[in-house]
């Protein structure tokens, strides 16, 4: 597949436009209602699936498909990073206004570590094949592990990364606004949503070593892996604040996401040496087993309406009042430094 330089820095363009569109529209913080993360998820879908369209028509069925199989991978794991989203919210009482800049942020990382995730993965792939039973036996031990643990979460009160950034890293009890770092007597703190910020972008890269071994398993050509990811990705935050509330209800999509991954790894398994499987069956048997996993949940949970996720406990941290946040103004600009807005 020979992709020219210049679709690169065009699809790259679209995504920095679209991160731009996004900031400005969401500029000031606010809570999202359904409606408005309703709006939002269908013109990131739209994007996807209408790029996945351009694919097909500039290089044939075979890699149009290749797209959409990763795509569909990619946005179906997604929803799992919301559930997590979900519970690290709730367990740090992150008021809902605040919750869109720090998963906007979060995205940014996400594209960066994935896109150096996806060139190592294909530097491997090329330079050594056996590298695909290793990525084929991880994604059977994952998927075999997401079958076994299905009805386990995250705990975030257990988590090493907030163990660590609370020792080393000097913090304020409370959250000022939507400020990552704040002064106050000379002294540079964090904020509890910079701790937030930081537990999401690593609990992203440890569903990256999963995801990014399965989108392979579909497509070994880079192009396509990143758009996938990436368009995947940039709808996640509207998909968060679609499906935070309903988290309850899909009851059966850890299994159909465990299935999914098996069902890949054995594919990628099969494709060194043994059998290629066609993108278009994959590309069913995917779409099957996450429809049967989505419609059988939102069956058996029928006439549960909209639950947020129930907090564990008192949250570690609070909101300050206006007039603490204020009161560490005056120290930034006698400081003559600009406030950190995240």
Known sequence: MDVPIWMWLAVLGVILAMLAVDLFAHRRAHVIGVREAATWSAVWVALGVGFGA???????????????????????????????????????????????????????????????????????????????????????VTGYRMLAQRDEHIDPQRSRVLRLFRRHVPMTDAFHGQWLLVRSGGVLLATPLLAVLVLIEVT??????DSIPAIFAVTDEPFLVFTANAFAILGLRAMYFLLADLVHRFVYLKLGLALVLIWVGIKMALKVDVLYIPTTISLAV???ILT??????????????????????????????????????????????VRARG
């Open 286 to 288: 995917i779409a099957t």
């Open 204 to 209: 992203d890269i440890v569903f990256a070593v």
């Open 54 to 140: 351009v694919v097909w028509a500039a290089y044939g069925a075979e890699r149009g498909q290749q797209y959409l199989a990763g795509y569909l991978i990619e946005k179906s794991l997604a929803v799992d990073n919301v559930f997590v989203w979900a519970i690290i919210f709730t367990y740090f009482a992150v008021p809902r206004e605040l919750q869109h800049r720090v998963l906007f942020l979060g995205v940014l990382g996400a594209l960066v570590f994935r896109g150096v995730f996806i060139a190592a993965g294909s530097v491997l792939i090329a330079s050594f094949s056996w590298i695909l039973y290793l990525f084929a036996a991880l994604l059977l």
């Open 292 to 337: 049967v996993a989505v419609v059988a949940s939102l069956r058996a949970t029928r006439g549960t309406t909209r639950r947020a996720v129930e907090s564990p406990g008192e949250p570690p941290f609070r909101v300050a009042s206006e007039a603490e946040t204020a009161a560490l103004e005056p120290t930034w600009r006698r400081h003559g430094r």
